[in-house]
């Protein structure tokens, strides 16, 4: 059955996902990560950016099938497009249609009362289908301590 973690109150979601794809990368896991089009979109320039001593290798599901089959993190939103992987992260509000063929879901949330909530029917979603569910809060950083 399908593990489901939910990585909850992330001040920058998109920069979380990009840390989370960079340690995956580097244990050898291959991923899939979706969300809506316009989180895909912001996503991939910053996978390329975030920093400027390491690549993550990624591409979109609409490259061509043997770039698709060398490139360890898919983008899609369209699951069924992509071939099998153990580790899906899910960014956007609502849940994947076809994750229950991945090993393990990440499911990631902003501190953005919005995003929260949508995370919250997500949560629910899968309790109420009998899935193993792991809360992870983001730990805040006291500025002022450092």
Known sequence: MTAVEFHVNQPDKLHYVCRLLRKAYRAG??????????????????????????????????????????????????????????????????????????????????ILDSDLQAARVRWKYYQERGYPLKRHEAVAIDSKAA
Do not use: Y
């Open 29 to 110: 896991a291959n991923m899939v990560v979706t969300a809506e089009q316009s989180l895909l979109d912001a996503l991939d320039p910053l996978l390329w950016q975030f920093s400027a001593t390491e690549f993550v290798p990624h591409c979109s599901f609409q490259s061509p099938a043997l770039t698709l089959a060398a490139t360890p993190i898919v983008l899609t939103t369209e699951l069924d497009k992509c071939g099998f992987s153990q580790v899906l992260i899910n960014f956007g509000q609502s849940v994947a249609s076809g994750f229950e063929r991945f090993e393990r879901v990440i499911e990631v949330a902003s």
